[in-house]
């Protein structure tokens, strides 16, 4: 999970991965640049730090706009904060009259302020409503978890969760609901608890992780919304400019890497067992910067723990036509 932007008073920070990502997103005086996943403004202020330059950040939560306001105050117009979806970051920037930008990018996940805060219901360490929506808008888990059929809650845990126990899991939630609704984060991890055992994660990961993990995906479109953002940064880079991602999961993680490398020409095999193969229909629309995922040192990981799991993968544009255009 991320935990990204300031510290501002009552949260934590730490920017995971920022000074790779700011290296790689090769910041440049007269440039225009997209943070599309504002969150508490850690790699905006960096960004605008680094060169006199323009930078436009997204963010979905109305809950970052204190922040992005004292970044207007200092910057001023500099500085354009936009509220909406990172995977619309094209229609809202063209709303502007911005057709390309020099680079992107995109830290997904959690920020701390969302994580922190109990009312929000993204994490089970605070006891709280069951809602874990970026937005604020939209279904809530609380909803998802009383109201969704039994099979149908088992998939979403099975593969946005990779839980194995999602049946046992998706079983204890409904026979729960059925003698009182689940309201709050700490009554769904309890029962998640009692038919996982603990033994069969990894140290340290509380057995309700990958549900409340699959729950939150889920809720927000998480996936969905990286699919439209990678297609969006895709149109609107220019030749030479850099996407950068830092993914918290390897639902995020393979993502990305499946993107870029068809993006870059690799078709992604049939099967597991056969050997991918190039795609010659289209011109490589990006090339990739980063063969391997750069991980966070042993420091960053000792100096903030939700580090761990971050991956960051980067890829230049190419001058060819987007993909994304032509299908």
């Given at each position: 999970m991320?935990?990204?932007?300031?510290?501002?008073?009552?949260?934590?920070?730490?920017?995971?991965?920022?000074?790779e990502a700011i290296f790689y997103l090769n910041i440049k005086k007269g440039g225009r640049y997209v943070d599309g996943t504002f969150g508490m403004g850690g790699y905006a202020s960096r960004i605008l730090e680094a060169a006199n330059c323009e930078l436009f950040a997204i963010d979905r939560d109305p809950a970052v706009f204190p922040t992005a306001?004292?970044?207007?105050?200092?910057?001023?117009?500099?500085?354009?904060?936009?509220?909406?979806?990172?995977?619309?970051?094209?229609?809202?920037?063209?709303k502007h009259g911005i057709q390309k930008v020099d680079s992107i990018v995109l830290d997904l996940g959690v920020s701390s302020i969302q994580l922190d805060d109990p009312s929000r219901g993204f994490s089970f360490r605070y006891d709280g409503p069951l809602d874990m929506r970026m937005g604020q808008c939209g279904l809530t888990a609380g909803e998802v978890v009383n109201s969704m059929a039994e099979q149908d809650l088992a998939d979403i845990i099975y593969s946005l969760g990779e839980e194995?126990?999602?049946?046992?899991?998706?079983?204890?939630?409904?026979?729960?609901?059925?003698?009182?609704?689940i309201s709050s984060t700490g009554a769904l991890a309890n029962i998640i608890r009692q038919v996982v055992p603990h033994k069969k994660h990894s140290k340290g990961i509380d057995p309700a992780t990958r549900t409340f993990q699959a729950l939150r995906i889920y809720v927000n479109d998480e996936l969905g919304e990286l699919d439209r953002g990678l297609a969006?940064?895709?149109?609107?880079?220019?030749?030479?400019?850099?996407?950068?991602?830092?993914?918290?999961?390897?639902?995020?993680?393979?993502?990305?890497?499946?993107?870029?490398?068809?993006?870059q020409g690799k078709k992604i095999g049939r099967s597991r067992?056969?050997?991918?193969?190039?795609?010659?229909?289209?011109?490589?629309?990006?090339?990739?910067?980063?063969?391997r995922?750069?991980?966070?040192?042993?420091?960053?990981?000792?100096?903030?723990?939700?580090?761990?799991?971050?991956?960051?993968?980067?890829?230049?544009?190419?001058?060819?036509?987007?993909?994304?255009g032509l299908i």
């Open positions: 991320s935990a990204r932007g300031n510290p501002i008073k009552g949260y934590s920070h730490v920017p995971v991965l920022c000074d306001l004292s970044l207007s105050q200092k910057y001023g117009k500099k500085f354009v904060p936009l509220q909406g979806c990172f995977g619309n970051m094209d229609k809202l920037l063209f194995r126990h999602s049946r046992r899991v998706s079983r204890a939630i409904v026979e729960a609901r059925g003698n009182h609704p969006a940064a895709e149109k609107l880079l220019k030749p030479g400019g850099r996407l950068a991602i830092v993914a918290f999961h390897s639902l995020e993680d393979r993502r990305v890497k499946n993107f870029f490398n068809e993006r067992y056969l050997p991918p193969e190039a795609d010659n229909s289209k011109i490589p629309s990006f090339s990739v910067i980063t063969k995922p750069i991980r966070p040192s042993e420091a960053e990981e000792e100096k903030n723990p939700r580090a761990r799991s971050a991956r960051l993968r980067v890829a230049e544009r190419t001058s060819a036509p987007p993909w994304s």
